[in-house]
């Protein structure tokens, strides 16, 4: 039985298979081991019986003598026919009653030394090695656009903005590579009792030029790419610690809580945190480019974590009532010490409303962030600060996401302390007012496919398959740049409808129309603020 046992396992016919199938084949050895056993026991029983001579009748004197007793030896029954007590044996149960000789196990003992040679000839010659628990990824995204009317130079909004040079003419087409990333994460120590581990985050993108402020009213400081002469810059994004102060080792459960220490993502609202993987719109929402601070890295300490879980076992989901994120930052960007002495506070609290994993109310969330801090007001000539203002941020936002339909609503408002008058020849005693922005933006989905759901997932896949899915959205943008109804011109609506094709696991194929509008004042619209403008983008992301 052992020798067959490893011709069973050594043999090149043991494939991948699926649960049906394995079990099939479990439940028919199960019978043929059986039968066996049976056979086995009938012959045992046979050759246990003792053996009993027949009954002479009495003799007579006319009888002839009875022969000696050693000429009627009684023969035992034979035992039942192999082939009548069992049915057919097929190879494979052939194959797993016969012995393994000597020569079949020195000869896999072999194959596995030449195996083992081999991977680690492999392991030396062709992979990268790393000191510590290391993962590699990133995003590469490739575009193509069409704008009507034609892009001017200088004109950067949150549509047709890309890491483009700056143009002397309009431009209808382009072709752009808008996005880089490369991240590294790992593990730095691991606490096998309690599972309070210490994670590391590392990563780098390229980024657009902007020679001077986007949202700048003349046309020749929002040209792109004016600044470099490649039109893009490659910086450092994540570069933090992530101390796990709940346990990680346990249950599904369990709530979780992680302290992170360096630069990252601020916890602020949707759009500004949703990851490239999984935006369903090529760009993303003007107020996010907008109102600074809430879509860039910040250095400092924030805590994120939940409470209250619930788990649907039966579906292996998993629900927290509450998650929220707390902390501080220096307020000034990625890359950047403190540019002024004072640090800026951020809070976030979600809510998901309690559901069962197949009720219609299951993903329903509503989230609360705030981000206060302070900004520095410049004197455009001399370009000292001669005052620092406040500033904050704050939103609201609604996310439901049952398969196949999903929607999200997000608000945000900006209110930042500005100079009355032209910061050209301001001062610190030149007086400020309260400026606000304000942007908002719905999103309307319909997703359908396979590559999402849960059950697809946890199946073995054959090689690169990965199942399909394909998504259908339209989003309607607007900001407004200044609330004040002395100000015109400065408000945009973009409306966007598209199809999203998830033809790997990593990897998208995304087709946006998009019809922006634009307000104007007095004078009218411009060349690099057309009333109305047309675009058609076509990107291809992938990732590793």
């Known amino acids: 039985m052992a020798g067959a046992l490893v011709l069973a396992v050594a043999s090149p016919a043991v494939h991948a298979q699926s649960a049906k199938q394995l079990k099939r084949e479990i439940d028919e050895l199960r019978k043929q081991l059986q039968a066996l056993t049976e056979l086995t026991k009938a012959q045992a029983a046979a050759a246990a019986q003792p053996v009993t001579p027949p009954v002479t009748p009495p003799v007579t004197a006319q009888a002839p003598a009875p022969a000696p007793a050693s000429t009627f030896t009684a023969a035992a029954p034979e035992p039942a026919s192999t082939a009548s007590a069992t049915p057919e044996r097929d190879q494979a149960t052939r194959d797993a009653a016969t012995p393994a000789s000597q020569a079949d196990i020195q000869g896999i003992r072999a194959d596995m030394e030449n195996y083992k040679y081999e991977q680690s000839r492999t392991a030396e ?27 001017v130079a200088g004109q950067a909004n949150g549509a047709t903005g890309g890491n483009t040079t700056a143009v002397a003419t309009g431009r209808q087409t382009s072709f752009d590579v808008p996005s880089v990333t490369l991240s590294f994460t790992g593990n730095l120590y691991r606490d096998y009792a309690e599972g309070k581990n210490l994670t590391y985050q590392l990563g ?4 657009s030029n902007f020679a001077g402020s986007p949202t700048s009213t003349t046309s020749a400081t929002r040209t792109l790419g004016a600044s470099s002469g490649n039109g893009s810059q ?10 796990s102060i709940e346990p ?45 601070g809430i879509n860039t890295r910040q ?21 927290a009532l509450v998650e929220y994120a707390f902390g501080v930052v220096n307020g000034s960007g990625p890359n950047k010490s403190d540019n002024n002495g004072k640090k800026d506070w951020l809070g976030r609290v979600a ?32 370009a000292g600060v001669v005052r620092v203002g406040k500033s904050r941020r704050t939103g609201f936002d609604v996310n439901y996401t049952h398969l196949p339909y999903s929607v999200a609503y997000e608000y945000a408002q900006g209110d930042d302390d500005a100079f009355t008058t032209s910061a050209a020849s301001a001062s610190e005693a030149t007086p400020t007012f309260r400026k606000k922005a304000r942007g908002q933006y719905i999103n309307l989905g319909y997703t359908w496919g396979e590559q999402f759901l849960t059950s697809e997932k946890s199946l073995a896949k054959y090689d690169d398959y990965w199942p399909k899915s394909y998504q259908a959205f339209v989003r309607h943008d607007v900001f407004d740049n200044d ?14 409808i598209g199809l999203n094709a998830f033809f790997a696991e990593t990897t998208k194929l995304q087709a946006n129309y998009l019809q922006q509008k634009n307000d104007h ?3 009218g619209p411009s060349a690099d603020r057309p009333a109305k403008q047309h675009g058609l983008q076509l990107q291809f992301q992938y990732g590793f």
């Open 521 to 523: 004042g007095a004078a």
């Open 125 to 151: 010659r062709n992979r990268a090695s790393v000191t510590r628990n290391t993962r590699i990824g990133g995003t590469v995204q490739v575009r193509g656009s069409w704008f009507n009317p034609a892009v």
């Open 234 to 243: 490659f910086n450092l994004t994540n570069a933090n610690l992530a101390y």
């Open 351 to 382: 809510f998901t409303l309690p559901a069962d994993y197949n009720s219609w109310w299951r993903e329903l969330k509503l989230g609360v962030s705030v981000y206060e801090g302070y900004n520095n007001l410049a004197n455009t000539t001399t």
């Open 248 to 292: 990680t080792n346990g249950g599904p459960e369990d709530r979780k809580g992680a302290i992170t220490v360096g630069q990252q993502q601020v916890p602020f609202g949707l759009e500004a945190q949703t990851t490239e993987e999984i935006r369903p719109v090529i760009t993303s929402a003007q107020f996010t480019s907008a109102l600074s």
């Open 299 to 319: 250095i400092g300490v924030i805590y994120r974590g939940d409470a209250f879980v619930d788990v649907d076992w039966t579906n292996n989901y998993r629900s």
């Open 204 to 207: 780098f993108a390229t980024g």
């Open 483 to 496: 609330t004040r109804s002395t100000v015109t011109g400065d408000k945009t609506r973009i409306t966007t």
